[in-house]
């Protein structure tokens, strides 16, 4: 991919995503680009083709399937499990003061994993008790959140789930390729998902939130995309309400109002 063309992809996926991609992905890029371009029959797998069918798509869902390809989507259940063994004690304490409604989102759930990991921690919390929990799950990708839906795995993706959970939670179907495990309705029903790109706040939602967790997101965005999120993400968290990012990733030398509690988690103070 020439360097005029690629820079072209980065412009516009950095206004229609806030995902900056940096000089060294052009061969990416160019791999990611190449199977849309062949999905849709372009002739000679012509990038500057390709830019002007997406100029001149109105509909705007050409722009969806480009962002589906760029998009990186690297999951798994109870990834950090130190952010859901510290979600099992705040849940437990906000028990013990008598709240029974819950509001949690999971802001880049990617394939489900991370939103089906808080539903089960905070379904083996509540046990007894008659609470009213909600999780929002949303994405930029479409394909991701289709999956989510879904609710079914490979036995490969359930390693790190508690055999006694994964029986709990879980049916298991026996295919050709193996076992399958579909999440059971009773944690589906938890969860609300919904396309949402993330460097375009204000967003539709309330709150307020008694957790976000943001994990492994903020590290495609530049400084201004984070401080805009952050800042929308403060809005919807409840006054002692918490934040996780991925571990990688951390606030200092961006404004925000948060305060750190731990590496890769925040507390909104009040």
Not at 174 to 190: P, Q, S
Request: hydrophobic letters at 40%.
């Amino acid at each position: 991919m020439e360097k005029v063309i690629f820079n072209k992809f980065v412009k516009i996926v950095y206004e229609k995503s806030g995902i900056a991609l940096k000089p060294g992905k052009e061969a990416l890029v160019s791999a990611r680009v190449a199977k849309r371009i062949r999905a849709l029959g372009i002739e000679h797998g012509d990038f500057a083709t390709y830019l002007r069918y997406l100029s001149q798509d109105k509909s705007g869902e050409e722009i969806v399937h480009l962002l589906d390809a760029i998009s990186t989507n690297v999951t798994s259940f109870y990834r950090e499990t130190h952010h859901f063994e510290l979600l099992t004690q705040l849940a437990s304490k906000w028990l013990e003061n008598g709240q029974r409604k819950f509001r949690f989102w999971s802001a880049g759930c990617s394939s489900g994993e991370e939103p089906y990991s808080m539903a089960i921690t905070l379904k083996e919390v509540s046990e007894g008790h008659n609470c009213d929990i909600r999780i929002l799950a949303t994405d930029i990708s479409t394909k991701v959140i289709n999956k989510a839906m879904l609710g079914a795995y490979q036995a490969k993706k359930l390693e790190t789930v508690p055999p006694m959970l994964k029986h709990k939670y879980f049916t298991k179907e026996k295919t050709a390729d193996g076992a399958l495990y579909h999440v059971k309705d009773e944690l589906k029903r938890m969860i609300v998902y919904k396309r949402l790109n993330l460097a375009t706040p204000p967003f539709p939602m309330r709150g307020p939130m008694d957790v976000v967790f943001c994990r492994n997101v903020m590290i495609y965005f530049d400084n201004v995309v984070r401080r805009n999120l952050l800042s929308e993400i403060y809005r919807l968290v409840k006054p002692g309400g918490y934040l996780f990012v991925g571990h990688s990733e951390s606030l200092t030398g961006i404004v925000s109002d948060f305060k750190t509690v731990r590496p890769a988690t925040y507390i909104k103070q009040g």
